[in-house]
């Protein structure tokens, strides 16, 4: 069962745009919402976070936007750049005790385009 | 300097065959993960550790055995390869009770 739905699975943006990319999740336990950058051949490095108990939370040209009562969070890249171009998945967890963990979506394959 | 650090990198290995992935961290985290990532990019925890015992084991077969000396070191041993272990194997650490996890480069396992 796939708790966190994540969309467009790829997507195609020009030097300049806005990227977005969206998640839902089912699971109202959870509280702590992270997108992760995935580079070719490398790990998944955290980007940003947010907790349910903010509806927007902006770090440089990334922006995360929170839904509660939709279950629904999403990713904004603005002024999108080529080397923005990754993987991007987002995620959510239970942060409480020794037995959280995360769980991911399905991941959004970007491509900027100069 | 390298946080969370997995050997070796490439591994390529016929089917039966048994190996092992490495994996250390330098942050002084205390929970330590393994997560599959298949050929679809599909990102699926398999264990976590904290402080050296087992956590979460995601329903995986025991063909896979993790193990940790210690809370900086969890190492995945797998048995009897099979085609189907073909994936990228991250480690991944996290303080007990922050799920900010930070992963290591990844480990790709090639069965044939």
């Known amino acids: 069962q796939q708790q966190v739905k994540q969309s467009p699975q790829s997507l195609i943006v020009q030097k300049g745009g806005i990227s977005i990319i969206n998640c839902a999740y089912e699971n109202t336990a959870f509280d702590y919402f992270p997108w992760y950058q995935q580079f070719p051949g490398k790990g998944p490095a955290l980007l940003i976070a947010?907790?349910?108990?903010?509806s927007e939370k902006k770090e440089g040209r990334f922006t995360i936007s929170f839904n509660k009562s939709a279950k629904q969070f999403s990713l904004h890249i603005m002024d999108s750049q080529p080397g923005d171009s990754a993987t991007y998945f987002c995620a959510a967890s239970n942060r409480g005790g020794a037995t959280n963990k995360l769980i991911f979506g399905t991941g959004t394959l970007l491509a900027v385009q100069p | 300097d390298t946080a969370v650090s997995q050997t070796p990198k490439y591994l390529v290995t016929q089917m039966g065959n048994d190996k092992s992935i490495k994996c250390e961290q330098n942050?002084?985290?205390?929970?330590m993960y393994w997560y599959k990532q298949d050929s679809k990019k599909f990102l699926k925890i398999m264990f976590s550790?904290?402080?050296?015992?087992?956590?979460i084991n995601e329903t995986v077969p025991n063909r896979f055995s993790p193990k940790s000396p210690d809370k900086a070191h969890l190492n995945l041993h797998i048995n009897s390869l099979e085609l189907g272990d073909s994936a990228v194997y991250f480690c991944?650490?996290?303080?007990?009770?922050?799920?900010?996890?930070?992963f290591g480069q990844g480990t790709r396992l090639t069965v044939v």
């Open positions: 550790y904290n402080n050296k015992e087992l956590i």
């Open positions: 947010i907790r349910p108990d903010v």
């Open positions: 942050l002084g985290h205390d929970t």
């Open positions: 991944a650490s996290s303080i007990t009770g922050n799920t900010e996890a930070f």
